[in-house]
């Protein structure tokens, strides 16, 4: 079966009677949506300020490729292995943006029996949480347009707006546009654009912030231009749009509840891309998790040099976070797509491709023990056509290193596919302190700082750009210096060139283009042609999704 015809064949249960048994949420504390989705309130999560932190439990994963990894159908197969085992769990997942669900990826919700249901809900507007956000920043659009239109007494240089639309699509037509066309009676003409909703510094926020009046001040700290003399910023603040957007925000900022297969609890809030933003679900549903349960899943969007290093060096550096252990997921297809092969030969045994495809995972791996300074398991996400031969290559290889390597087959069996990678994981955060490093000192300048990234993680020589952005960097220094680097750069690759597989050494990274996303506290750097706002594939999953008269959705994977 599809995994739209598992999820939909699911026995679920309502939310409300599972927070109760599994974690004692009385009803008062939660506001449902439908029978199986539903928020907790902010109050109750305060409420628990004085509880015990569980152990926190980060997913990543090798470079994606088209072959897939599995990183949030590992999170769900470990969660629910870990229930299984006694262990209280919780998982917790970033919500799937509409951008990908209509485009490539046709959905992220888990897959085969380690899923998170109403799989259709989830993927297909949720709680409405997007679309608040995109509302919020877009309303902070419509005041700055207005301002200008009405006399622009803040002085603000129309060509130095620095803030964009959003819509949660991929639009590639609406990456630059023209507004205030027809007449002065239709505003200010000048050149605008629109990014894709999880690329916006509104979702950071949200998924950084600590509560409503934090998120409040984060709204109002964002930069959204320049006056005329080029060098004074313009706040939200200074439009009084701080308060308006954060009432727009009112509900999205309480995490969601929804359950496993299994039933077991999950939290999904947030959504950030990890190629153009910080990839994380939101630290008020982290920390929620921890104070409910003794362990705690988490998942970080693409690979290891994207989402684990902007959730150690962005969410963790801000938040208090403390990881004790890493599960990096690979398959045997995948590695040897980074190996040579092309998506169309993947289900035929090749020890040479998944040999040299190693390359990837090994490097991932070094990353995380040395540079991050976490223990690491390797999980084999398992597939049908894997060989014995195949497998027993990648864990001698892994022993090589002196990896821990568990096949799992949690897509197939579910939880109970994975009570081995479960045994070996608990094993080690039952037995380790949470100890480990940034990847850079917040000391270092900004230039230095994304050098660190790119030459220490993505193995390059050296880091270029124009004069225009060094001398921007150089500028930000003095008021933003200790601000982390979140790097914008294709997930494909450690390159910024997304056909370079395996494990590409000594190349350039460009950084294009900095923005400075004060609200979220942290810099953008864009690397190479990566795009804020993607575009459709020639064949849209869209074209297979339909629904029939009953109301059935169908093509959603």
């Given at each position: 079966m599809?995994?739209?015809?598992?999820?939909?064949?699911?026995?679920?249960?309502?939310?409300?009677?599972?927070?109760?048994?599994?974690?004692?949420?009385?009803?008062?504390?939660?506001?449902?949506?439908?029978?199986?989705k539903?928020?907790?309130?902010?109050?109750?999560?305060?409420?628990?300020?004085?509880?015990?932190?569980?152990?926190?439990?980060?997913?990543?994963?090798?470079?994606?490729?088209?072959?897939?990894?599995?990183?949030?159908?590992?999170?769900?197969?470990?969660?629910?292995?870990?229930?299984?085992?006694?262990?209280?769990?919780?998982?917790?997942?970033?919500?799937?943006?509409?951008?990908?669900?209509?485009?490539?990826?046709?959905?992220?919700?888990?897959?085969?029996?380690?899923q998170?249901?109403?799989?259709?809900?989830?993927?297909?507007?949720?709680?409405?949480?997007?679309?608040?956000?995109?509302?919020?920043?877009?309303?902070?659009?419509?005041?700055?347009?207005?301002?200008?239109?009405?006399?622009?007494?803040?002085?603000?240089?129309?060509?130095?707006?620095?803030?964009?639309?959003?819509?949660?699509?991929?639009?590639?037509?609406?990456?630059?546009?023209?507004?205030?066309?027809?007449?002065?009676?239709n505003?200010?003409?000048?050149?605008?654009?629109?990014?894709?909703v999880?690329?916006?510094?509104?979702?950071?926020?949200?998924?950084?912030?600590?509560?409503?009046?934090?998120?409040?001040?984060?709204l109002?700290?964002?930069?959204?231009?320049?006056?005329?003399?080029?060098?004074?910023?313009v706040?939200?603040?200074?439009?009084?749009?701080?308060?308006?957007?954060?009432?727009?925000?009112?509900?999205?900022?309480?995490?969601n509840?929804?359950?496993?297969?299994?039933?077991?609890?999950?939290?999904?809030?947030?959504?950030?891309?990890?190629?153009?933003?910080?990839?994380?679900?939101?630290?008020?549903?982290?920390?929620?998790?921890?104070?409910?349960?003794?362990?705690?899943?988490?998942?970080?969007?693409?690979?290891?040099?994207?989402?684990?290093?902007?959730?150690?060096?962005?969410?963790?550096?801000?938040?208090?976070?403390?990881?004790?252990?890493?599960?990096?997921?690979?398959?045997?297809?995948?590695?040897?797509?980074?190996?040579?092969?092309?998506?169309?030969?993947?289900?035929?045994?090749?020890?040479?491709?998944?040999?040299?495809?190693?390359?990837?995972?090994?490097?991932?791996?070094?990353?995380?023990?040395?540079?991050?300074?976490?223990?690491?398991?390797?999980?084999?996400?398992?597939?049908t056509?894997?060989?014995?031969a195949?497998?027993?290559?990648?864990?001698q290889?892994?022993?090589?290193?002196?990896?821990?390597?568990?096949?799992?087959?949690?897509?197939?069996?579910?939880?109970?596919?994975?009570?081995?990678?479960?045994?070996?994981?608990?094993?080690?955060?039952?037995?380790?302190?949470?100890?480990?490093?940034?990847?850079?000192?917040?000391d270092?300048?900004?230039?230095?700082?994304?050098?660190?990234?790119?030459?220490?993680?993505?193995?390059?020589?050296?880091?270029?750009?124009?004069?225009?952005?060094?001398?921007?960097?150089?500028?930000?220094?003095?008021?933003?210096?200790?601000?982390?680097?979140?790097?914008?750069?294709?997930?494909?690759?450690?390159?910024?060139?997304?056909?370079?597989?395996?494990?590409?050494?000594?190349?350039?990274?460009?950084?294009?283009?900095?923005?400075?996303?004060?609200?979220?506290?942290?810099?953008?750097?864009?690397?190479?042609?990566?795009?804020?706002?993607?575009?459709?594939?020639?064949?849209?999953?869209?074209?297979?999704?339909?629904?029939?008269?009953?109301?059935?959705?169908?093509?959603?994977?």
């Amino acid at each position: 079966m599809s995994d739209i015809e598992i999820a939909q064949r699911a026995k679920m249960r309502p939310i409300i009677g599972l927070a109760k048994e599994h974690f004692g949420i009385d009803a008062e504390h939660l506001d449902p949506i439908g029978h199986y989705k539903a928020k907790i309130s902010l109050e109750y999560i305060n409420s628990l300020t004085d509880q015990p932190d569980g152990k926190l439990i980060l997913v990543t994963a090798i470079s994606p490729t088209p072959a897939g990894e599995g990183k949030t159908t590992t999170t769900v197969g470990l969660g629910d292995a870990m229930n299984r085992l006694n262990k209280k769990t919780i998982m917790c997942l970033r919500e799937p943006s509409l951008g990908p669900c209509f485009g490539v990826k046709g959905g992220a919700a888990g897959g085969g029996y380690s899923q998170v249901v109403p799989m259709e809900d989830i993927n297909l507007h949720f709680t409405g949480d997007f679309h608040a956000i995109g509302v919020a920043h877009n309303l902070l659009s419509a005041l700055i347009d207005n301002h200008i239109n009405h006399g622009n007494a803040l002085d603000i240089d129309p060509r130095r707006i620095q803030w964009k639309r959003v819509v949660d699509m991929n639009d590639r037509a609406l990456r630059n546009i023209v507004v205030g066309m027809g007449g002065p009676a239709n505003g200010y003409l000048r050149e605008d654009g629109y990014d894709i909703v999880v690329a916006s510094e509104v979702m950071a926020i949200l998924c950084l912030a600590t509560g409503r009046e934090d998120l409040k001040n984060r709204l109002g700290r964002i930069v959204i231009g320049y006056k005329s003399d080029r060098i004074t910023p313009v706040y939200a603040r200074d439009l009084n749009a701080q308060g308006a957007m954060a009432a727009l925000l009112k509900d999205a900022i309480k995490p969601n509840l929804v359950q496993t297969l299994e039933n077991n609890i999950a939290i999904i809030h947030g959504g950030p891309f990890a190629n153009i933003a910080h990839g994380c679900n939101t630290v008020t549903a982290t920390k929620t998790a921890l104070k409910l349960a003794d362990y705690v899943v988490t998942e970080a969007g693409f690979g290891a040099d994207l989402g684990a290093e902007k959730f150690i060096d962005i969410k963790c550096r801000m938040s208090g976070l403390k990881p004790s252990a890493v599960v990096l997921v690979a398959t045997v297809r995948a590695l040897k797509f980074h190996g040579g092969l092309t998506k169309d030969e993947l289900n035929t045994e090749n020890l040479a491709a998944l040999e040299q495809g190693f390359s990837n995972l090994e490097r991932h791996y070094q990353n995380i023990t040395q540079h991050y300074g976490l223990p690491c398991v390797v999980c084999i996400n398992h597939f049908t056509f894997d060989t014995e031969a195949e497998i027993a290559l990648l864990q001698q290889k892994c022993a090589y290193l002196g990896a821990s390597c568990v096949v799992s087959k949690h897509w197939a069996e579910g939880g109970a596919g994975a009570e081995a990678l479960a045994n070996v994981v608990t094993d080690i955060v039952d037995h380790r302190e949470p100890e480990f490093t940034y990847v850079y000192d917040e000391d270092l300048s900004l230039w230095d700082k994304i050098e660190t990234i790119a030459t220490k993680l993505y193995g390059a020589k050296k880091i270029t750009a124009s004069a225009k952005v060094k001398s921007q960097l150089v500028e930000w220094d003095a008021d933003y210096g200790k601000f982390p680097i979140c790097i914008a750069k294709t997930q494909m690759s450690f390159s910024t060139n997304p056909n370079a597989k395996g494990a590409p050494s000594g190349h350039t990274v460009e950084i294009r283009e900095v923005k400075l996303a004060n609200g979220a506290g942290f810099i953008v750097a864009i690397a190479g042609d990566i795009m804020t706002m993607p575009g459709l594939p020639k064949v849209p999953a869209a074209e297979r999704i339909d629904i029939d008269n009953d109301g059935k959705i169908t093509g959603l994977f």
